[in-house]
């Protein structure tokens, strides 16, 4: 079965600085996919950014970058020169092809509070 | 562009009354998921549709129906709420070709009394 796991629930990061979540998760197939997700106070569910797990160069969105790392089955999100626009929680998640059928798994979260 | 259309967006019940949520999209997505958020234990999936016509269990089904009624339409019923099913639901759409985003709807708040 499919999981994916943030063992940190609450992370803080001053203004301006760098901070990484982190996440494992763990799957039998080959193919899959991972994001991270982003819900603010509004509750609204947010793209942040995407890995195919084909694809060896972390991606990278801006300020947000991802650490890859397939065999270790780690997809941490760097976020860097925080902005207090980026306080929300922060998911990840893992899209796969399982037993014929599709299913896309939720960790349970990092809030993420930036300090002014 | 509506995108994905949740209704009720706010419920009140009591314990053993039932109810649907609704749920369309607008995107022609072929998959159609539902999720609860709770405190502390992010999203968890309730049931999915891969495909009008088909559905599955996901990590927490217990005490929930669905249904995919057509290609735009995937509704959630609770036949006997419980107060454990005090949540905030979300349902969300993925195309086939997509870069597997998920869209989702804003949610709907249920209180089980």
């Known amino acids: 079965a499919q999981t994916v796991t943030q063992s940190q629930p609450e992370m803080s990061v001053q203004e301006a600085e760098t901070v990484t979540l982190s996440c494992t998760y763990d799957t039998s197939e080959s193919d899959y996919y991972l994001f991270w997700y982003k819900q603010p106070p509004s509750r609204q569910m947010i793209l942040v950014i995407r890995?195919?797990?084909?694809?060896?160069q972390n991606a990278t969105e801006n300020r947000f970058s991802v650490n890859f790392q397939k065999a270790a089955k780690s997809f941490s999100l760097k976020i860097s020169d925080s902005q207090l626009g980026d306080a929300a929680m922060y998911f990840c998640?893992?899209?796969?092809?399982?037993?014929?059928?599709?299913?896309?798994?939720f960790g349970t979260g990092t809030r993420l509070k930036v300090l002014a | 562009n509506a995108g994905v259309t949740q209704t009720p967006k706010f419920q009140v019940l009591k314990t053993g009354q039932s109810m649907t949520l609704q749920c369309a999209q607008d995107m022609n997505h072929n998959s159609m998921y539902w999720y609860r958020q709770d405190p502390g234990m992010g999203l968890r999936l309730i049931y999915y549709s891969a495909s009008e016509g088909t559905t599955d269990k996901g990590e927490v089904p217990n005490g929930y129906n669905v249904s995919r009624l057509n290609k735009r339409e995937f509704s959630l019923r609770l036949e006997s709420a419980a107060p454990s099913q005090t949540s905030v639901y979300f349902c969300?759409?993925?195309?086939?070709?997509?870069?597997?985003?998920?869209?989702f709807g804003e949610g709907s708040r249920l209180t089980v009394l």
């Open positions: 890995q195919e797990a084909y694809k060896q």
């Open positions: 998640a893992l899209w796969d092809y399982t037993s014929g059928t599709y299913k896309y798994i």
């Open positions: 969300a759409s993925i195309g086939w070709l997509a870069v597997r985003e998920l869209f």
